[in-house]
């Protein structure tokens, strides 16, 4: 096996396998991918680190939620949807209790 990221295509799978590989952590990113004067284009990378293998999740909007995780987007004081980073990793602390949750942006 050769080092390098594996992409994860649903939120079912990336559980499965964070309870297969027991990692210590995961580390989150909210993506900004696009803006427009009507929304913002939010979403959700997870990774995990494995055995010198990076297995990464995304999680992209449908209506005012992730289509996965089903994470509701909050609107900001302009009306634009976001994520709330400390929903997010409560979130994550609900579903892996046992691990470390990291936002790329504080860790």
């Known amino acids: 096996m050769s080092d390098g990221p594996i992409r994860i295509r ?15 952590s995961i580390v989150f990113i909210l993506e ?8 913002e284009l939010t979403t959700l990378k997870l990774i995990m680190l494995h055995d010198k ?17 089903g994470i509701p987007f909050r609107k ?9 980073e400390a929903e997010v990793k409560a979130f994550l602390k609900k579903q892996f209790p046992t691990l470390e949750i990291y936002s790329f942006w504080t860790a």
Not at 10 to 24: A, D, G, Y
Not at 57 to 66: I, R, V, W
Not at 76 to 81: F, R, W
Request: aromatic fraction near 16%; proline fraction near 8%.
């Open 32 to 39: 900004q991918n696009g803006f427009s004067p009507n929304k």
């Open 53 to 69: 293998r990076y297995y990464m999740f995304y999680d992209f909007p449908k209506g005012d939620t992730l289509r996965e995780t």
């Open 10 to 24: 649903s939120w079912e799978e990336f559980k499965r396998l964070v309870n297969e590989k027991n990692p210590n």
């Open 76 to 84: 900001d004081k302009k009306g634009i949807p976001n994520l709330d």
